[in-house]
């Protein structure tokens, strides 16, 4: 099992540029979710999906779009990266009520 | 939205010394997760509680959910080198969705 993995790990955007983060993992859970981390933020929520064709929002969703076509993935899009998306992104899969983190994205926009 | 406050923001100890953090929240939570995170990685679950004054063990880890629910701590006895890392406290309402406390910064002389 790879659990859940992220690309790209790093990525540096200009304002206005549109990129997808992936998602993937590989444990058959039914619940997904993206998370952002800023410094003295902890982590705060941006989407989630319960199963496959049904997503919501979360804390932050604004500026962000995702879908959920599959079970295994679950791609974060920007459509006009800000300054402000500065961050990294965690995605998380979850059975019950353990989530489990993929290693993260660092996106900075410049 | 909701907002976890997480105390003390950081803690520099010598080897060998307890530690205790802890997390109080506004609102009611179903679930309090700790989880660690270390550098360039995501969160790892280390203790979670279910229910009202739980206290609940993992080596060196014991934490405790509040009787009102609205609170948390996490103790590491005897901290060691490898403790070093970044402790976040989580509240879980429904839907499975957590809500994050905004971290505590260990560091350890050796």
């Known amino acids: 099992n790879a659990g859940v993995t992220q690309t790209p790990k790093f990525q540096v955007l200009k304002t206005g540029q549109s990129m997808t983060l992936q998602c993937a993992q590989d444990?058959?859970?039914?619940?997904m979710s993206w998370y952002r981390q800023d410094p003295g933020m902890g982590l705060r929520l941006i989407h989630y999906?319960?199963?496959?064709?049904?997503?919501d929002q979360g804390e932050v969703p604004n500026g962000y779009n995702v879908s959920r076509s599959t079970t295994e993935d679950f791609p974060l899009r920007l459509l006009s990266a800000a300054p402000s998306q500065t961050s990294v992104y965690f995605c998380?899969?979850?059975?019950?009520?353990?989530?489990?983190f993929g290693p993260g994205t660092r996106l900075t926009v410049l | 939205g909701q907002q976890l406050n997480q105390s003390p923001q950081s803690m520099f100890i010598q080897e060998g010394e307890d530690v205790s953090m802890n997390c109080t929240s506004s609102?009611?939570?179903?679930?309090w997760l700790w989880y660690k995170q270390d550098p360039g990685e995501g969160p790892v679950l280390l203790i979670a509680?279910?229910?009202?004054?739980e206290l609940t063990s993992n080596g060196r880890l014991t934490a405790q959910f509040g009787i009102t629910r609205k609170d948390s701590f996490l103790n590491i006895s005897a901290s060691i080198p490898s403790d070093v890392g970044i402790y976040f406290c989580?509240?879980?309402?429904?839907?499975?969705?957590?809500?994050f406390g905004q971290g505590t910064r260990l560091t350890i002389n050796p």
């Open positions: 998380a899969s979850s059975y019950l009520d353990t989530q489990y």
């Open positions: 444990m058959n859970h039914e619940y």
């Open positions: 999906s319960v199963g496959a064709g049904i997503t």
């Open positions: 609102s009611i939570f179903n679930t």
């Open positions: 509680l279910y229910k009202a004054g």
């Open positions: 989580a509240g879980q309402g429904g839907a499975q969705k957590l809500v």
